[in-house]
């Protein structure tokens, strides 16, 4: 069961990384669209609101991929000179407070996406877009990011001598 749970999640966090790449690539697009309006001297609307949104989409929903390779940038000056089980601690004690505060920001960002859609807020920009519409992948992004800190604390507290440093998913892979 454990396995399936892990398989699925590490799916999850890779489709999260797709979407993020579509999302790039879809601002490369709207640069070029803007590109063909400057030299034709046309205008298409909403394209700076939409390469704004797809830029939120793209950064929340790489993060959990990212964390997944390592490639988050850790500042280990103080944890490298500790040794064994302490660091451990603490590198689980850092994966809490982050857990933490990310969930916290998802419940918030879920809310507020609620209310966008409850009120009916529209973008004050030219595209005048449904503002929930934009910010629903960023939200996924943040609330798939949570699930995977929580899922490196889990994994962490039940690997049998584990280190609680992140176990990147080549290393996953392997198991």
Request: glycine fraction near 12%.
């Amino acid at each position: 069961m454990a396995k399936i749970i892990e398989d699925g999640l590490n799916r999850l966090y890779l489709l999260c990384g797709y979407l993020a790449a579509g999302f790039i690539v879809l601002i490369l697009v709207l640069v070029g669209v803007n590109i063909f309006d400057r030299l034709t001297g046309s205008y298409t609307a909403g394209t700076n609101e939409l390469a704004g949104y797809f830029l939120a989409a793209a950064g929340a929903l790489g993060m959990a991929y990212t964390f997944g390779e390592n490639g988050h940038i850790k500042v280990t000056l103080l944890v490298e000179r500790l040794e064994g089980n302490i660091k451990g601690r603490v590198e689980t004690l850092g994966l809490l407070v982050a857990a933490g505060f990310s969930c916290f920001l998802s419940y918030y960002l879920v809310k507020m996406v609620f209310d966008s859609w409850r009120f009916g807020e529209i973008s004050s920009g030219t595209d005048e877009l449904p503002l929930w519409i934009p910010q629903m992948p960023m939200v996924a992004g943040f609330v798939v990011f949570s699930i995977s800190l929580v899922h490196a604390i889990v994994r962490g507290a039940t690997a049998k001598g584990a280190r609680s440093e992140i176990i990147s998913s080549s290393d996953r892979n392997k198991a």
